[in-house]
């Protein structure tokens, strides 16, 4: 049998060599990147305003590594990647321990997304990413994928497919592609450090309707 997949959704994960010298680095510093809440927790994250992490300077041997591995992600997707200039629009820190569940969400506003994992405790919240088709064109009538109906799950009839965090690993995934975090309870705190990717086209004469142009090319009145 030849099988023909048409429709697959592509994540690339990749392991980083220094993550233990990195992890020191990042302990030396992360509490500038948050606050103390009326609780005495830790905050951190967009919401909390901070979103710009990678111009920390301690960090850049890693987020070196970040763009690489995001190049290499586009490469995969067989995109020329001659066309475009990769911008790291934001990035921040993600804290979550087993009270912290994260809602499902995307972030369609940019092109592609990372999460690296600093640290992973055992058991911790998966990540999970959800089948943005509504209608899944393989199952054969409504319901056929109802879990009782599946002897195997594969990447055809799952709905959800999750993924557990890997310390020392970054994840690369389609900005608008919906994920949150599910699982059991955990000990500790599963940190992170997330960022969203813009691809931006080098040549405005490239003829193209659709994507994004050099900002030097734009007009504010």
């Not at 990147?33 to 960090?59: A, R, S, W």
Request: glycine share 6%; net charge negative.
């Amino acid at each position: 049998m030849k099988k023909i997949e048409i429709l697959p959704t592509l994540l690339c994960g990749f392991d980083y060599l220094n993550a233990a010298s990195f992890k020191r680095t990042f302990d030396s510093c992360y509490e500038k990147y948050g606050n103390i809440d009326e609780t005495g927790n830790f905050v951190t994250g967009e919401t909390e305003g901070y979103n710009l992490v990678h111009h920390e300077e301690k960090f850049n041997h890693f987020y070196k590594f970040i763009y690489d591995c995001c190049e290499k992600y586009i490469i995969e997707l067989g995109i020329d990647l001659d066309r475009f200039d990769i911008y790291l629009a934001k990035s921040w820190l993600s804290f979550s321990d087993n009270e912290m569940i994260v809602l499902e969400h995307s972030h369609a506003d940019h092109h592609i997304s990372f999460i690296y994992y600093v640290d992973a405790p055992k058991d911790c919240y998966h990540i999970c990413f959800k089948n943005p088709i509504s209608i899944n064109l393989n199952e054969p009538f409504h319901m056929a994928f109802h879990n009782s109906n599946i002897k195997t799950k594969n990447q055809y009839n799952v709905s959800v497919y999750n993924i557990p965090p890997k310390e020392g690993s970054v994840l690369f995934f389609p900005s608008k592609l919906i994920h949150f975090t599910d699982g059991e309870k955990f000990e500790g705190t599963r940190r992170a450090i997330a960022g969203d990717f813009m691809m931006v086209y080098k040549d405005i004469g490239n003829k193209m309707p659709w994507g994004l142009y050099d900002q030097k090319y734009w007009r504010k009145f």
